[in-house]
DNA sequence: TCCTTCATTGTACGGCGCTCAATTTCCGTG
DNA sequence: CACGGAAATTGAGCGCCGTACAATGAAGGA
C-alpha cells in the first residue's frame, strides 16, 4: 500500500473503471434504439466481445446497472435544465422558470428512452433498491424547483389560497434543506414547488407515452401555453 | 348454420368466451399482485391447466393480450370517472371537476398497475399497435373533459390568453367530435381541456411512479391544492 | 519467483415468447 | 348413428434472457 497507489487508483482500478464505463455506454446505446428493455446483460457482452456472465464482476446484478443508469440519466437531465435556468439573468424569474420548463422539454424529446427510464416504469420487473431511484438527482431537482419558487413567492404568495400545508407533511431532509436555503419560505411555498413539478411534468408524461400525439400534432404549443399559464398563476408577467 | 346457431352463439362460441374471459381475469390478477411484466402467457396457461401454446388460439401473441387488456382498464377508468362526475348536478361544473379529478386518483391509487399500463410503458418492449393504446377509451376522456371545460367555458374564456390555437393543430377526429358536440366552442378550449388533462395527470404520475412519496407523505393535500387552484383558474368557485 | 487476487470463461438451470406438426375433442351433416 | 372435418389442445423445440458456479487465465506484490 504505497503512497504511489493511493495517488493514481493504480493500473487495474483504471482499466476497471474503463470498462465500467464503456458497459454503460453500450447499455445507453441499446437503450436509445431498442428501448429500456433492450438492455441485457449478454447483449452488452456480445457488443464488448465478452463472455455474457463477465458482467456480474461490474454489476452484480442487471438491476444494479439500471440503478446507476437511472442516476446518471438523471444528473445529466438536472445538469442540463440547471444550465437553461442560469442562461437567464437571476432577476428575471419568469425567463428562469420558462427556461427551465423547455428545456425539460427539449432534453426529453432529445432522450426519450432516457426520460422514461427515469418517469417511467423503468425497465421490466425492476424494483428501485429501498431509497428510491436517484435519490441525489431528484433532491438537486427539487431544490433548485423551490428556488425558483421562492424567488417568485413575492409575487405568488398572494395568490395561494390556503391549503393547510405543514412542514410536518413534508420528508424531513427536503424540509432541512429547504429551510436551510430559504430559511423565510413558508411550507406552502414547498408545496407550491412541488405542484408546479407536477404541471410541468403532466403534459411531458402524456405525449412522451404517445397520448397526446393522437389529439394534437402542435404539442409544443400546448405545453408552451401551459407554461405560460403557470408563470402567469405566480403572479409574474411571461414576455 | 341453423338459425339456432345464429341466435345463440354456440356452445363452441361460448365457451370460447367464457376461456377467453378467464385468461384475461388471470392476467389481471397476476399484474395486480406481480406487475405488469409478470403477465406471462405460460404463468396464465399454468394456472388455467392448459398448455403454453393453448394460449395463442385465443391471442396471437403476448402484445394483443397485453392491448386488449389496456382497452378494458382504460374503460373502466374512463367508467368510474364519468360515474363520479355524474354524481355531481351538471350545473355544478366546479364540483363536477373536483370530483372528476378526485375519482381519478383513487382509481390511481386502487389501481396502481392499472395506471401505469395505460400511462406508463405497459410493458416490456410493449409497442402500441399503431393506432395508439385503446383508442375509444382515451376518445371518451378527452371528449369528456372537453364537455367540462365546454361548461366551464364561459368563465374561463376571458381568463386565456391567446395561445393562438387553431382547429388544425388538433387531429380531424377529435375536432369532429368536438365541434359536433360543442358547435359554438373555440380551438382555444379544446386545448384548454387537454392542458387540464396533463395537469390532473402530472403529480398524480409522479406519485404512482415514487416520485412524490420520498418529498411529502400528504400526496393527496397537494393533489388537492392543485385542484382547486386548477378550477380557480377556470373562474370557478370551489367549496 | 511464487502466490494470491481478480477478471474471465464455459456450462448449466429455469423461464420466457413463439412456432409447428401431431393429436385429441367435438360439432354438423349425410 | 356414424363419419368427416374443423377447432382446440398438446408437446417438443428454438433462441432469447438473468443468474449461478466451478474452473481457468493473467497480472501484480511478496
Known amino acids: 500500500m504505497s503512497r504511489v497507489e493511493e495517488r ?18 453500450i447499455a445507453l446505446k ?5 428501448g429500456a428493455d433492450a ?4 447483449a452488452i457482452a456480445r457488443e464488448m466481445g465478452m463472455s455474457g456472465s463477465a458482467i456480474y464482476s461490474y454489476f452484480e446484478t442487471r438491476d444494479a446497472l439500471i440503478t ?28 428562469r422558470i420558462l427556461a427551465w420548463g423547455r428545456a425539460l422539454r427539449e432534453w426529453a424529446l432529445a432522450n426519450p428512452e432516457g426520460f422514461r427510464l427515469i418517469y417511467g416504469d423503468p425497465v421490466a420487473g425492476y424494483r428501485a433498491p429501498d431509497a428510491g431511484p436517484a435519490p441525489e438527482a431528484a433532491e438537486r ?34 424540509v432541512d434543506t429547504v429551510r436551510d436555503a430559504f430559511p423565510d419560505l413558508p411550507p406552502a411555498a414547498l408545496a407550491l414547488a412541488l ?25 409544443a404549443k400546448l ?10 398563476s405566480l403572479g409574474l408577467e411571461p414576455h
Open 8 to 25: 493514481t487508483p493504480g493500473r487495474r482500478a483504471r482499466l476497471r473503471a474503463q470498462t465500467t464505463a464503456e458497459i454503460k455506454t
Open 68 to 95: 446507476t443508469l437511472i442516476d446518471d440519466v438523471y444528473t445529466s437531465l438536472v445538469d442540463r435544465v440547471e444550465a437553461a435556468r442560469d442562461a437567464c439573468p437571476p432577476d428575471d424569474v419568469a425567463g
Open 223 to 232: 405545453y408552451d401555453a401551459e407554461l405560460f399559464d403557470l408563470i402567469r
Open 195 to 219: 405542484r408546479v413539478w407536477g404541471r410541468m411534468h403532466g403534459l411531458l408524461a402524456l405525449e412522451m407515452y404517445g397520448h397526446l400525439g393522437p389529439q394534437t400534432h402542435e404539442p
Open 39 to 42: 438492455i441485457s446483460l449478454r
Open 30 to 34: 441499446l437503450m436509445a434504439d431498442g
Open 141 to 174: 431537482a427539487c431544490l433548485a424547483l423551490t428556488g425558483l419558487i421562492a424567488a417568485a413567492w413575492p409575487h405568488a404568495e398572494r395568490l395561494q389560497s390556503g391549503g393547510d400545508h405543514r412542514w410536518s407533511d413534508f420528508a424531513p431532509a427536503l
